[in-house]
């Protein structure tokens, strides 16, 4: 079995930094792209940041300049740094992974439960 497993999540004031990071754990062959995805109050969920193991990024245009995507390939974890936050990002931010399992070497996606960011004075 896989998890996704994110941190870091909780309240800051606008202006203000914050990082999250995702581990994955359990019956990993390899980790393949892996991405950001939050989902603010009322609204859908969207791709934040992704990043594949080459170290190939993108970044939804709201958030480019601010937040940073990275990753440690031998450690299966990765980290969103994100920066100069205003209440708009306010949302849960979920971790997400496609992995290759190290029983049948299939490839699954994963997702963290969440955690919660709020961007308030």
């Known amino acids: 079995q896989v998890q996704l497993v994110e941190s870091g999540g909780g309240l800051v004031q606008p202006g203000g930094s914050l990082r999250l990071s995702c581990a994955a754990s359990?019956?990993?062959?390899?980790?393949?792209?892996m991405g950001w995805y939050r989902q603010l109050p009322g609204k859908q969920r969207e791709l934040v940041a992704s990043?594949?193991?080459?170290?190939?990024?993108n970044y939804v245009d709201s958030v480019k300049g601010r937040f940073t995507i990275s990753r440690d390939i031998a450690e299966n974890t990765m980290t969103l740094e994100m920066n100069s936050l205003k209440p708009e990002d306010t949302a849960v931010y979920y971790c997400?992974?496609?992995?290759?399992?190290?029983?049948?070497?299939?490839?699954?996606?994963?997702w963290g439960r969440g955690t919660k960011v709020t961007v308030s004075s």
């Open positions: 990043i594949t193991s080459r170290g190939s990024t």
């Open positions: 997400h992974a496609d992995v290759i399992d190290s029983r049948w070497y299939k490839r699954d996606a994963f």
């Open positions: 359990g019956s990993i062959f390899s980790v393949d792209d």
